[in-house]
């Protein structure tokens, strides 16, 4: 079909519903110009029949919002603008295109409204949404193109042969920029068409979208000063939980049973972390299982759980269960299992052979919003959590919309806050995400206009999605839209690592610019921003780094998603971007090739889990080159190579091979000029990484820890200069003929690393000064710093020390660590490094005193090991300060001695101090010093 003719019937869809109502549209159709264009993809065919509306789009315009500028951002990056410069013709174009965007960005508040009325705006919302895609994709690859030549220019000469790959570079620039501008015409084209189709619809230019005050992040684990009305609840269910005994071998299996939203989680957690669960069981699982049961997982969980180290994969299953049997035998055990759907008797089979595993009283809780399932299950008892009390609901909205309680607020606005609960009715989750939105609001106005807003009305027929949560997100800024609707292509109950995150919105280009901030920065505060409005919340169990998504705060973002972000490779379509695979059948990389080129611009693809794996060794699929995102990490086990195409993914930002087999990258990989994150942690096999690395010159995290076999670093890193995670960097042994890797001072360079950083084979330092060049001292955002030398048969080494000397790290370091170093005795700076919180020394066998570090006011964490040559542990250990009133080791909660093989006498400080020394101390280790006699000074 043709476009002119899609257009058309496009008009005539909209003429023949409004044609009483609107008769001069049929003039207009009748005097449309044709226009021959290319097959270009058209606008969608709209229905003569109304259709029933999308839940989603009433709020589906906020989010475009945050797109669009985005794409004015990129429009007048300094890539783009000096792309441009002198070249008219696509300049104009490119003026064009924002003035397209700028007509139809200043309806979106008015067609927001319209959705709830009016059908037609679904199909003009995804196809707008689909231009604007098509538009930045345009912009990044005019940015591309001219960091490619800037790089190419960096690297040019003056010879013969220079000055003709010169003359073909300019042929292929004319080509590319005119390959550009006819993609620009057919943006054009289409935006054209969505302007006219804007105004049949009668869009009016609206006010700008409100936004709402930002709360910082506080922590959000489940503590009962956070709950309210579920007292009576938790006790009935640790009565349940602690009469387990007494029932024999009965199969225990206990039920919270309740409708989304309303609490069945917290109230398990208030539960599963009160210490007399604690005390009653030997060991305690917990696991989200959402809308799959993946009883695989539910074991290696418990393996975890009961071995506290990851579970090994597994080729047989059967090995699996043998691990698993173990591991609960004799144990009294508590799984919980959170949000199960499932009620299969297979599952229920499962949960059988896992209590007759465990010893009597073991007992396995089941929160789920059904209660076939608690059927289904066998539960022995069920508990039904019921809506909560009027007086609690307002006591939890009081906790969360205001900043210090209601009492001094607004009379006005505590008369709407209690009609705005009583909309809530009764649902926590809804109760908090109001109130989160609401915080510390004055503005009376803006909660009469939350109080009276149309998405209270909307039925929840068909989805799970709560009216308050919608509003929730209409509410949120522009530039947390995107962010969240992100979240969309991870299943539920998944766990969200917040670094990881803010690295992938990163690639996707979601995070404003700050002149103050760095990118990263920005997103944290994006993070902390979704967590204090209660769409992210932090795990209460064990694991208290991560965060998860509510269920129907998962089913809010896969709706602002819609088409665009998917989990499921089923659902892709043409307009997908965004998308992840989770899947525990068998199947092959190549297996999935064609769902995956059903789409035409894939933005990102995330293998967060996969059975078996064979990756593509030979070319990237089509669809995988336009990637900003490529994370294979959990897989990575059965990746033995990367395919040399690779590098034609130029729009590449983010690439994860963890735990790959391979023992090289390929030369290409150091094409990817836009290149921010590379991980390659625990590839054991990688010996060297490409030589031109220093190409990459938007590197901004290079993860390369656990690569036993890395020899050295490639050089020129001292050319990365935005590079701000680096977890190990490997000295290059001078003395071998064939050594071309850099030298430390490379490290002085990097201007701006941060984090944890591991310094390995420090014995091949050629002199004290390129220790100097290091500028450790200056690098005050490394928290974590790990100083490794090889063990040395030679005996002791002076010019160790020298060097050790120079490595001095700014006082803002929190953790260090010394291993195999070969002086005699260790520099002054240790015991300066006032902030340090945890100090290792080990197998520093040469150094015969250790140095003053009593005087550090927050270490907690102090092990030394291996320490051959000390026989006293004397005054000087508890350090000289003028301050009277600090006491040595005042902080110090963990202290580990062991392979002292030489240590006797540990001395007091003296009478009057003993009592105050290790004052906070709760663990102590000594082990193997046997020689030490005495009473120790704890």
Request: hydrophobic share 40%; aromatic share 8%; net charge neutral.
């Amino acid at each position: 079909m043709t476009r002119a003719c899609a257009t058309d019937i496009l008009l005539f869809n909209f003429i023949t519903v409004r044609i009483f109502l609107q008769p001069e549209l049929a003039l207009l159709f009748a005097k449309k110009k044709k226009k021959k264009k290319k097959n270009l993809p058209s606008f969608p065919l709209i229905s003569l029949i109304p259709k029933k509306k999308n839940m989603a789009d009433q709020v589906g315009l906020a989010f475009l919002s945050a797109s669009l500028n985005v794409l004015f951002d990129r429009m007048a990056s300094r890539e783009v603008l000096h792309f441009m410069m002198g070249r008219k013709p696509t300049e104009a174009l490119l003026r064009n295109l924002k003035n397209a965007i700028q007509s139809v960005k200043f309806v979106l508040e008015d067609a927001e409204e319209k959705q709830l009325t009016d059908s037609f705006v679904k199909d003009w919302v995804d196809e707008l949404k689909d231009v604007i895609y098509d538009a930045e994709d345009i912009l990044d690859e005019i940015a591309t193109e001219a960091l490619q030549r800037k790089l190419q220019d960096a690297e040019s000469s003056t010879t013969a042969l220079d000055k003709v790959r010169d003359r073909f570079s300019r042929t292929f620039l004319d080509t590319f920029v005119n390959e550009v501008e006819t993609k620009i015409e057919e943006v054009l084209d289409r935006l054209d068409d969505l302007v006219k189709a804007k105004d049949f619809m009668g869009l009016q230019v609206g006010v700008g979208e409100k936004q709402y005050p930002e709360r910082l992040s506080t922590n959000s684990c489940v503590l009962e000063s956070d709950t309210f009305g579920r007292d009576e609840d938790k006790e009935e269910v640790i009565d349940i939980l602690l009469s387990s005994d007494v029932r024999g071998n009965e199969m225990c299996v206990i039920a919270i049973v309740g409708m989304g939203g309303i609490g069945k989680t917290t109230l398990a957690q208030l539960a599963y972390n009160d210490s007399r669960v604690e005390q009653h069981f030997n060991l305690k699982i917990w696991f989200c299982v959402s809308e799959e049961f993946a009883m695989p997982m539910v074991e290696k969980s418990i393996i975890e759980a009961a071995t506290s180290s990851p579970c090994p994969e597994f080729k047989n299953p059967e090995q699996l269960r043998v691990i698993l049997k173990k591991s609960l035998t004799g144990k009294k055990f508590l799984l919980v299992l959170d949000d199960v759907w499932s009620e299969k008797p297979i599952h229920r089979e499962f949960l059988g052979q896992l209590l007759r595993y465990g010893a009597r009283g073991s007992t396995i809780l089941v929160t789920t919003r059904n209660d076939s399932v608690s059927l289904a299950m066998h539960a022995i008892a069920t508990h039904h959590l019921k809506l909560l009390p009027k007086d609690d609901c307002w006591s939890l909205f009081e906790k969360h919309a205001f900043r210090n309680g209601s009492s001094n607020a607004d009379p006005k606005i505590k008369k709407i806050g209690t009609q705005i609960v009583e909309k809530c009715k009764g649902l926590p989750l809804a109760i908090k995400a109001i109130g989160d939105l609401l915080w510390s609001e004055s503005n009376v106005e803006r909660w009469t206009n939350i109080l009276k807003s149309n998405l209270w009305d909307l039925p929840m027929e068909g989805t799970y999605i709560l009216p308050v949560l919608r509003l929730s997100y209409k509410y949120l800024p522009s530039y947390l839209k995107r962010c969240f609707a992100y979240c969309s292509i991870f299943p539920k109950g998944h766990i969200f690592k917040k670094d990881q995150l803010v690295l992938l919105w990163m690639a996707e280009g979601f995070l404003q610019q700050s002149k103050i901030l760095t990118t990263e920065e920005v997103g944290n505060r994006c993070f902390d921003a979704l967590v204090s409005r209660s769409l992210f919340q932090q795990l209460s169990h064990e694991t208290k780094s991560g965060f998860v998504m509510h269920d129907l705060v998962n089913d809010l973002a896969k709706s602002m998603a819609g088409q665009f972000g998917t989990d499921s490779l089923k659902k892709i379509v043409k307009m997908t971007r965004y998308v992840s695979y989770f899947d525990e059948s068998l199947g092959t990389l190549r297996d999935i090739e064609a769902d995956l080129l059903k789409a035409k611009q894939l933005r990102t693809f995330l293998a967060l889990r996969f059975p078996r794996v064979e990756c593509w060794e030979n070319k990237m699929p089509r669809t995988i080159l336009c990637l900003r995102v490529l994370s294979l990490g959990s897989i990575g086990y059965g990746i033995t190579t990367l395919p040399d195409s690779i590098g034609e993914m130029k729009y590449l930002r983010y690439l994860d091979v963890s735990s790959a087999k391979f023992n090289r990258l390929p030369d290409s990989i150091c094409n990817l000029c836009n290149l921010q994150t590379l991980k390659l942690s625990c590839c054991r096999n990688l010996d060297r990484l490409p030589r031109d690395m220093w190409k990459l010159i938007n590197l901004r995290h290079l993860e390369i820890d656990a690569t036993d076999k890395l020899k050295e670093m490639p050089i020129k890193m001292g050319r990365l200069n935005c590079l701000q995670t680096l977890t190990k960097f490997v000295v290059s042994d001078s003395k071998h003929d064939n050594a071309i890797g850099a030298s430390i001072g490379e490290l002085g360079k990097l201007k701006n690393l941060r984090g944890i950083l591991l310094i390995q084979e420090l014995q091949s330092v050629r002199s004290v000064d390129e220790a100097l060049d290091a500028s450790l001292k200056d690098k005050g955002y490394l928290e974590k710093l790990v100083l490794k030398y090889k063990p040395d048969p030679l005996g002791i080494s002076e010019s160790q020390r020298g060097v050790l000397e120079n490595l001095q790290p700014h006082e803002n370091l929190k953790s260090l660590t010394i291993d195999y170093y070969s002086g005699e005795g260790f520099p002054d700076w240790i015991g300066r490094l006032t902030s340090l919180s945890e100090l290792n020394l080990f197998n520093c066998k040469y150094c015969s005193a250790l140095p003053p570090l009593g005087q550090l006011p927050f270490l907690e964490k102090l092990w030394i090991s291996g320490l051959h040559r000390v026989v006293n542990v004397g005054p000087e250990f508890y350090g000289n300060s003028s301050n009277s009133s600090m006491k040595p080791f005042g902080s110090l909660k963990f202290l580990r001695l062991e392979n002292m093989l030489n240590l006797e006498n540990w001395f007091h400080l003296g009478a009057e101090n003993e009592v105050e020394t290790f004052s906070q101390l709760e663990d102590l280790y000594i082990r193997n010093c046997p020689k030490l006699r005495g009473r120790l000074p704890v």
